[in-house]
Antibody
Framework: QVQLQQSETELVKPASSVKISCKASGYTFTSNYMHWIRHQPGNGLEWIGWIYPGNGNTKYNQKFDGKATLTADKSSSTAYMQLSSLTSEDSAVYFC???????????WGQGVMVTVSS | DTVLTQSPALAVSPGERVSISCRASEGVNSYMHWYQQKSGQQSRLLIY???SLPSGVPARFSGSGSGTDFTLTIDPVEADDTATYFC?????????FGSGTKLEIK
């Protein structure tokens, strides 16, 4: 069955970077877009961008351009998101999600809580 | 960005029919999708492209609408349907989400 297993909780310092992962299994990793989504209490869900692992193409929400960098490793069926120049405003739960029909998401990861604090 | 507006909460009794609305600030064609999010669980896709039911989702769930006004209907509601339901559009860039409607089963 399809699973998206995300990495563990991160506690990071301001101005640093963090790279979180999303390991896919149960389907052909290179055949579906992988999206990243942020959830902050009070701000709801925000779409960060997608990567197509088949060719590495990416698209970002303009809001996260320069903040997030999406990559994928076909050999391990793992998608990554690096967040840079972190501030407390980046503290959130980050999800990966596989897109299927018409831009809907049929499988989600369990989420990674990233806390930015000194 | 396309803002999706949902009412914050609803309460219904088991066996009743409930309609959850999502209004878009601009047209999204029929590219509206609905999800169920239960506490501690991953989000579940219930409806895609306004009215299509993914495999495995019970026919109690249905969707309707196009343009700017969309509805998710659950009929009949069951006790296990206690959850937050949110909409998402994929017609306009960037993709956006509603803030969610918390459904309480009395």
């Amino acid at each position: 069955q399809v699973q998206l297993q995300q990495s563990e909780t991160e506690l990071v310092k301001p101005a640093s970077s963090v790279k979180i992962s999303c390991k896919a299994s149960g389907y052909t990793f290179t055949s579906n877009y992988m999206h990243w989504i942020r959830h902050q209490p009070g701000n709801g869900l925000e779409w960060i961008g997608w990567i197509y692992p088949g060719n590495g193409n990416t698209k970002y929400n303009q809001k996260f351009d320069g903040k997030a960098t999406l990559t994928a490793d076909k050999s391990s069926s793992t998608a990554y998101m690096q967040l840079s120049s972190l501030t407390s405003e980046d503290s959130a739960v980050y999800f990966c999600a596989r897109s299927v029909n018409y831009g809907s998401f049929d499988y989600w990861g369990q989420g990674v809580m990233v806390t930015v604090s000194s | 960005d396309t803002v999706l507006t949902q009412s914050p909460a609803l309460a219904v009794s088991p066996g009743e029919r409930v309609s959850i609305s999502c209004r878009a600030s601009e047209g999204v064609n029929s590219y509206m999708h609905w999800y169920q999010q239960k506490s501690g669980q991953q989000s579940r896709l219930l409806i895609y492209k306004a009215s299509s039911l993914p495999s495995g989702v019970p026919a109690r769930f249905s969707g309707s609408g196009s343009g700017t006004d969309f509805t998710l209907t659950i009929d009949p509601v069951e006790a296990d349907d206690t959850a937050t339901y949110f909409c998402q559009q994929s017609w306009n860039d960037p993709l956006t989400f509603g803030s969610g409607t918390k459904l309480e089963i009395k």
